[in-house]
């Protein structure tokens, strides 16, 4: 009898620690691995999500997105998250952007793999030191810098699109703020500075094979 019950317990303990060990281990490949986020932070997971985002800022259907066309587009993404209607993404809506639209965004924080930087926190003894948050969301590759949250999905290294728009840090995102954010993303693309960005002159998407 007792051998019986300690076998029981035994197996009993085996199976709740290989469900500890599925739970935590790494998801494979699936939906989240064709998930395109636009410069904006709207999430795509069309089997093309760069292309659906581009024909659908294009409104013309030229095949050239232009700056108006842009901001137009990053307006209307506004209008998605702004779900009160009074001109700004306070903290609620931007939880909600978080946990129910995007909520592929778990990580807010860049890993560098040495070394402190500038605006870095020193941490506890032994921990490796933290970037501040103030630093993120501008959308400049920095070398060294491993992409986090919303940019390895996108174009921009910005691991948040909407907090990264919130320029004085006040929580709160106001429609100018986010027409600036919209302003400098498509400045950040338009790498030859003559005012349209067509899909063959974006920046690689992060894990894209290099064209042979």
């Known amino acids: 009898m ?9 197996s009993l303990a ?18 989240a ?37 842009f901001e137009a587009d990053a307006e209307r993404f506004f209008a998605v998250l702004d779900a009160n209607g009074d001109g700004v993404i306070d903290g609620f809506e931007n ?4 946990r129910q639209i995007a909520p592929e965004i778990t990580r807010l924080s860049e890993t560098r793999p040495q070394g402190p930087g500038p605006g870095d926190r020193p941490g506890a003894d032994g921990e ?4 501040s948050l103030a630093g993120l969301g501008r959308g400049k590759p920095e070398p060294g810098v491993q992409r986090q949250g919303a940019a390895r999905y996108g174009l921009l290294n910005e691991p948040h699109p909407v907090r990264g728009a919130d320029a004085d840090l006040s ?30 002159t974006l920046p690689p998407l992060p894990g894209a094979r290099p064209p042979r």
């Not at 709160?172 to 003559?194: M, P, T």
């Open 171 to 200: 929580g709160r995102i106001s429609q100018v703020e986010w027409r600036n954010a919209a302003v400098r993303r498509f400045n950040l693309l338009d790498l030859d500075g003559d005012g349209v960005l067509t899909l063959d």
């Open 33 to 69: 691995a064709r998930l395109f986020i636009s410069p904006s932070g709207e999430p795509f997971r069309d089997d093309d999500g760069l292309a659906a985002w581009f024909a659908g800022a294009d409104r013309d259907g030229d095949t050239l997105l232009t700056r108006p066309e």
């Open 14 to 31: 085996a199976g709740l620690w290989a469900g500890v060990a599925a739970a935590q281990a790494p998801a494979g490949p699936g939906p």
């Open 2 to 10: 007792t051998r019986r019950i300690w076998l029981a317990t035994a």
């Open 128 to 131: 490796r030191p933290r970037r």
């Open 95 to 98: 939880q909600a952007y978080e």
